[in-house]
Nanobody, 123 residues
Framework: QVHLVESGGGLVQPGGSLRLSCAAS????????MGWYRQAPGKQRELVAD???????NYADSVKGRFTISRDNAENTLYLQMNSLKPEDTAVYYC?????????????????WGQGTQVTVSS
């Protein structure tokens, strides 16, 4: 079993910054791509940013230039630095990871999600 635990959410004023973290633990052989998604009330979950194991990042147009995704492969940890936050960034932010796990029958690829952390941008 693999667990993803997010932290760092909270209430921030427009223009402020937050840094989200996601720590992965459990029966991990390797972690491939990792990403941040968000879901606002009444809306579908959407990709915010993702990053390969080699560090190649991809961003949603709405956050380009404001958010930076990074990861520490040695610590199995994913980060999202969010600057110049806007009220429309308000959502629950979820961590996602594509993990290669070792099962009794051999290796398998699994996708895991964290429980989410609330980010609220409001004055």
């Amino acid at each position: 079993q693999v667990h993803l635990v997010e932290s760092g959410g909270g209430l921030v004023q427009p223009g402020g910054s937050l840094r989200l973290s996601c720590a992965a633990s459990g029966s991990i052989f390797t972690i491939n791509a990792m990403g941040w998604y968000r879901q606002a009330p009444g809306k579908q979950r959407e990709l915010v940013a993702d990053i390969t194991s080699g560090g190649v990042a991809n961003y949603a147009d709405s956050v380009k230039g404001r958010f930076t995704i990074s990861r520490d492969n040695a610590e199995n940890t994913l980060y999202l630095q969010m600057n110049s936050l806007k009220p429309e960034d308000t959502a629950v932010y979820y961590c996602n990871a594509d993990v290669k796990v070792l099962l009794p029958i051999g290796f398998a690829a699994r996708t895991y999600w964290g429980q989410g952390t609330q980010v609220t941008v409001s004055s």
